[in-house]
């Protein structure tokens, strides 16, 4: 067969392995995302309980990585310390090599069944999980076409005399070998599938064992990787259990190499086979890692602490969104949590902007004025950059709940654009015109406006906490306050006709200008409390 014909088959048998770990993944995380979290959460008690929950949760997804990002999202949120974490990821490690024990077994001739009951299920389904569980059955069938597809296209590698050539080349180099493979497996996202790769590989029987197990070795290597790139601009929180987790396979890893040769005889005496023995490397690898470090992962947690510290303020008072992270999109709650912190950095920029507000209101110089504009432009391209971040989740992954929570936080993204627009286009140039015109309104309109922007103030921070914690007691006092807010509102406006009805000298033009900025405040309070209805389950008013 020609040489590019067979490369030709081979892309195409690993592009397939790909895509279909892909949709059991993202199947099983779109059908039981929510589920798993859960499962995650109860996981906690112990390093054990942690270890064998993260195994549990990676044999359903059937990748490590998205067991990490799941994983790194309950850290980023602080709902688990940075031990549990690693302890979670090792888990992982190892139930990432429970499948690749299954899936070394010839079962190809579930293959036809399983992409038509996946077939089926998806195209007659009438609700979003069984949608996903069609998609899941549709992923194993092309996995298991795709093994077939790729021991076929390999085959004739054995006759091949350029082939031999390069495979005998790189026997006897296994730091070359590794590095090669961690390369692959990081293009890939999956160490399952490079190790699935070598298994194939192997059954044309002319595979040198000694690269297959210097792949397997890359691919542990190289599988830590990806969920360490999908939060590099994550929280410091949740970058640290991927990171103990490169640290514990590269020193497992680097203690391995050396011994090869070693290792090859004892597993070849236990399996003859060089595809089982390909896998049950695999597993000792993992097994090892999880011996020796389980019993430190506080140590680990405190190291990962060390190497990465908290952010710094500087940071934080960055202009530009931080935790935006495309690659965090496989995960949508890590990319769900990753959007709410930068509502919620868009909502400080909007308290800013209303400090200043009332520092202008006080007679406050241009430069508040400046800075007020600013800011603006600074929730401009915060509200831009969230939606669209969101918006490329799409609707297909994301469960009903999250699809609400996803609507919770463009809602709140877009009241504070509004209002920001409210406070710039409105309030800004009522008191600057008034300035520039200088009018002068009196202390009591002025201390009315005061207890009125603080109270909305209050409201602003209330309505941060409704969006972190979608707790309805919480959203049910920033309503109580709305309402308080009103009549406050209508006591202050009640009160300045009654002094402008009793002195006739009052400034009709102050007067104008002190109602409009009332009125302002009024929409804004209302624009704040807009989404705790939804969390309270009441009607807005």
Not at 55 to 78: D, E, I, K, N, Y
Not at 112 to 132: D, E, I, M, S, Y
Not at 372 to 385: C, P, T, Y
Request: proline share 3%; net charge neutral.
């Amino acid at each position: 067969m020609d040489g590019t014909i067979v490369l030709i088959n081979l892309l195409g048998g690993v592009a397939l392995l790909l895509w279909g770990l892909r949709m059991v993944s993202t199947g099983v995380m779109r059908a039981f995302g929510r589920e798993l979290g859960v499962f995650l959460k109860f996981c906690l008690r112990n390093r054990f309980q942690s270890f064998f929950g993260g195994l549990t949760v990676t044999m359903l997804l059937q990748s490590s990585t998205a067991t990490a990002l799941l994983t790194a999202s309950f850290a980023g949120r602080g709902l688990l310390p940075a031990t549990a974490g690693i302890a979670i990821i090792l888990g992982a490690d190892v139930g990432t090599t429970l499948v690749a024990q299954i899936l070394s077994f010839d079962l190809s001739f579930l293959a036809p069944v399983f992409l038509f009951l996946g077939f089926v299920r998806h195209a007659t389904a009438n609700t979003t999980r069984a949608k996903n569980l069609g998609r899941i059955l549709l992923g194993l069938g092309m996995m298991l076409s795709a093994l077939a597809m790729l021991a076929t296209a390999s085959e004739p590698i054995r006759d091949s005399s350029v082939s031999q050539y390069v495979l005998t080349s790189l026997s006897g180099e296994p730091v070359l070998v590794v590095l090669l493979a961690a390369v692959i497996t990081i293009i890939a996202h999956s160490s399952l599938a490079t190790v699935l790769f070598a298994l194939s590989l192997s059954l044309t029987g002319h595979f040198p064992i000694d690269v297959a197990y210097a792949m397997v070795l890359g691919a542990n290597i190289g599988g830590a990787v990806p969920p360490i790139m999908a939060t590099l601009k994550a929280e410091k929180a949740a970058r640290r259990a991927p990171l103990a987790n490169l640290i514990c396979r590269l020193i497992i890893v680097v203690a391995t190499i050396p011994f090869i040769a070693v290792i090859e005889p004892q597993l070849a005496a236990f399996e003859p086979s060089p595809a089982r023995q390909i896998v049950n490397l695999h597993t000792l690898v993992n097994l090892a890692c999880a011996v020796v470090f389980l019993p430190f992962v506080g140590p680990l947690g405190r190291l990962t602490e060390r190497l990465l510290p908290e952010e710094d303020e500087a940071n934080e008072n960055s202009p530009q969104p931080l935790y935006l992270d495309k690659a965090a999109l496989e995960s949508p709650q890590l990319a769900m949590a990753n959007a709410v912190r930068e509502t919620l950095r868009m909502g400080d920029v909007l308290e800013k902007m209303c400090r200043c507000l009332r520092q202008i209101l006080d007679g406050a110089n241009g430069q508040n004025f400046r800075q007020v504009r600013d800011n603006h432009a600074v929730i401009k391209d915060f509200d831009g950059a969230i939606k669209a971040y969101l918006t490329k989740l799409g609707r297909e992954s994301l469960d009903e709940q999250d699809e609400y929570r996803c609507t919770e936080i463009l809602n709140f993204t877009t009241a504070i654009d509004h209002i920001s627009n409210i406070v710039v286009m409105n309030m800004v140039e009522l008191v600057e015109t008034a300035q520039k015109n200088q009018v002068a309104i009196s202390d009591e309109d002025v201390e009315d406006e005061f207890r009125l922007l603080d109270m909305v103030l209050v409201n602003l921070r209330m309505s941060f906490s409704v969006l972190m914690t979608a707790d309805a007691t919480t959203a049910s006092r920033l309503i109580e306050r709305k309402q308080t807010f009103r009549v406050a509102e209508r006591k202050a406006v009640n009160e300045h006709l009654q002094r402008l009805r009793s002195d006739q000298m009052l400034d009709q033009e102050a007067s104008a200008i002190h109602l409009s900025l009332l009125s302002d405040m009024r929409r804004i309070n209302s624009l704040l409390s807009s989404g705790a209805y939804l969390v309270a389950g009441q009607k807005e008013k």
